[in-house]
């Protein structure tokens, strides 16, 4: 598949979502991670990745209270010139606790994460910075906009976005001269035709979050595979719809089932077939699935060799899902 151009950045097909190899971090008791992680592994896959043909890591100052952009750093530190950064800010969380300590906004405060994001990174600049607060209120956002139009004048981030799933939130951004992607979740078992929209029409990068339902795609969770007690997962927020009480979704489950020798076309795994989708879904479509094995990492590279579905293939899973 051929590299994505969204203003000045070229942009592969696909990209390495880091929120798993951040390891443990908490609010409270209550889990933000995806369990324990080896960081070696970590960068090793990242590396594979990258060799692989990926130019793109996401990767947030939250993840792993900040662990996940050490690992990052650590991985890319000889090929920095190479590599298309992004990581977000909105949220904070102390490296040493790995506690979340809340929301922060202001001007000095959004310098201050993006600073202590560079430091963990290793970097002295940001390719795309994104505002990390999906549902944050648009009337609010004037000033920090201000900032991020600061910070790049400064040279310390060369574009921004909104990880949002609200499209009027995406849209207000996507108008923007240095705004380059927009960060929403989207895969096979969740569209979203809205978002798809904005980013096309205002001709920005889609960064699909979630391109794996959060593991339900990757096959492993089809017959009860385990969750950690650290794992996001286990304890099933509100705002997750892909586990229930850390098992799968049965409902889901059985979508899958429905689509799955769609997916599978052609050899692909399910992953890859998810993955497929995608591109077929939309030009802007830059999936981020997570990883935290070489070989996952590279299970997902290799969907780019198989490429998008065809457009039957798209019309008969949007049958079998209505």
């Known amino acids: 598949m051929d590299n994505r151009r969204f203003g000045d950045m070229e942009l592969s097909p696909l ?14 008791d209550k889990p933000l991670g995806w369990g324990e992680v080896n960081d070696k592994e970590s960068i090793s896959a990242i590396h594979a990745g990258l060799d692989a043909g990926i130019n793109l890591i996401d990767t947030a100052n939250i993840y792993g209270a900040g662990h996940s952009e050490y690992v990052v750093g650590k991985a890319i530190k000889h090929r920095r010139d190479k590599v298309i950064v992004s990581s977000k800010f909105g949220f904070d969380a102390d490296e040493k606790t790995k506690q979340m300590k809340g929301v922060f ?3 000095h405060e959004i ?3 993006c600073e202590n994001s ?5 970097t002295d600049y940001l390719d795309i910075y994104f505002l990390h607060l ?33 499209a009027d ?29 904005v980013c096309e029409r205002n001709n920005v990068a889609g960064f699909n979050r ?3 339902a959060m593991g339900l795609l990757g096959g492993k969770y089809d017959n009860g595979g385990t969750l950690s007690e650290s794992d996001v997962r286990k304890i099933s927020p509100d705002w997750m719809k892909y586990f229930h009480d850390g098992v799968p979704s049965p409902e889901l489950l059985k979508k ?28 802007n479509s830059v999936p981020i699935p997570g990883f935290r094995t070489v070989e996952q990492s590279l299970s997902n590279a290799k969907a780019m060799e198989f490429g998008p579905l065809a457009a039957s293939q798209m019309e008969e899973i949007a049958r079998l899902l209505r």
Request: aromatic share 8%; proline share 4%.
């Open 15 to 28: 990209g390495l979502g880091c929120w798993a190899i951040g390891g443990p971090f908490w609010e409270g």
């Open 105 to 107: 906004t202001q001007p």
């Open 111 to 113: 310098e201050a994460m």
């Open 118 to 122: 560079l430091r963990r990174l290793g």
């Open 134 to 166: 999906n549902d944050h209120p648009i009337d609010e956002v004037e000033h920090i906009q201000a900032t991020l139009e600061n910070l790049v004048t400064a040279g310390k981030i060369r574009r921004y976005g909104w990880s949002t799933d609200f």
């Open 169 to 197: 939130r995406a849209q207000h951004f996507a108008q923007q001269d240095n705004c380059s992607a927009i960060q929403f979740e989207l895969n096979v078992l969740s569209d979203n035709s809205e978002l798809v929209a």
């Open 210 to 212: 979630g391109p794996l």
């Open 256 to 283: 899958l089932g429905l689509i799955r020798e769609i997916l599978t076309s052609n050899g692909r795994t399910v992953s890859q077939g998810a993955l497929a989708w995608l591109w077929a879904r939309s030009p």
